[in-house]
Protein backbone atom coordinates (compact mmCIF):
# COMPACT_ATOMS: atom_id res chain seq x y z
CA UNK A 1 0.00 0.00 0.00
CA UNK A 2 1.39 3.33 -0.80
CA UNK A 3 2.11 6.67 1.57
CA UNK A 4 -0.68 9.40 1.27
CA UNK A 5 0.42 12.68 1.74
CA UNK A 6 -1.33 16.18 1.87
CA UNK A 7 0.49 19.48 1.44
CA UNK A 8 -1.48 21.59 3.25
CA UNK A 9 -2.08 25.93 1.73
CA UNK A 10 0.62 26.52 4.92
CA UNK A 11 3.39 24.53 3.70
CA UNK A 12 3.06 21.68 5.97
CA UNK A 13 3.53 18.30 4.75
CA UNK A 14 1.01 15.94 6.00
CA UNK A 15 1.77 12.64 6.24
CA UNK A 16 0.82 10.67 9.56
CA UNK A 17 -1.83 10.77 12.32
CA UNK A 18 0.17 12.90 14.33
CA UNK A 19 0.08 15.34 11.95
CA UNK A 20 -3.63 15.78 12.44
CA UNK A 21 -5.87 17.00 14.67
CA UNK A 22 -9.33 15.61 14.99
CA UNK A 23 -12.38 17.42 15.64
CA UNK A 24 -15.78 15.31 16.76
CA UNK A 25 -18.97 17.09 16.34
CA UNK A 26 -22.16 16.70 16.06
CA UNK A 27 -22.55 15.67 12.29
CA UNK A 28 -19.17 13.32 12.36
CA UNK A 29 -15.65 13.87 12.32
CA UNK A 30 -13.28 16.47 10.97
CA UNK A 31 -9.50 16.37 10.84
CA UNK A 32 -7.50 19.70 10.65
CA UNK A 33 -3.94 20.54 9.98
CA UNK A 34 -1.93 20.53 13.14
CA UNK A 35 0.31 23.50 12.58
CA UNK A 36 -2.70 25.88 11.21
CA UNK A 37 -5.79 24.57 12.03
CA UNK A 38 -6.97 24.59 8.48
CA UNK A 39 -9.57 21.52 7.06
CA UNK A 40 -8.18 18.65 5.19
CA UNK A 41 -10.31 17.06 3.07
CA UNK A 42 -12.13 13.96 4.71
CA UNK A 43 -11.19 11.06 2.38
CA UNK A 44 -7.41 12.08 2.38
CA UNK A 45 -7.17 12.86 6.05
CA UNK A 46 -9.14 9.40 7.37
CA UNK A 47 -5.82 7.59 5.21
CA UNK A 48 -3.35 9.63 6.61
CA UNK A 49 -4.92 8.55 9.97
CA UNK A 50 -3.92 5.21 9.81
CA UNK A 51 -0.50 5.63 8.81
CA UNK A 52 1.93 5.85 11.51
CA UNK A 53 5.92 6.33 11.24
CA UNK A 54 7.97 3.05 11.24
Do not use: F, N
Amino acid sequence: MSRTTYRCPCGAILEYKQDLVSDRGTTGRTWKCKQCATPVPGIVAEKIGHQHPS
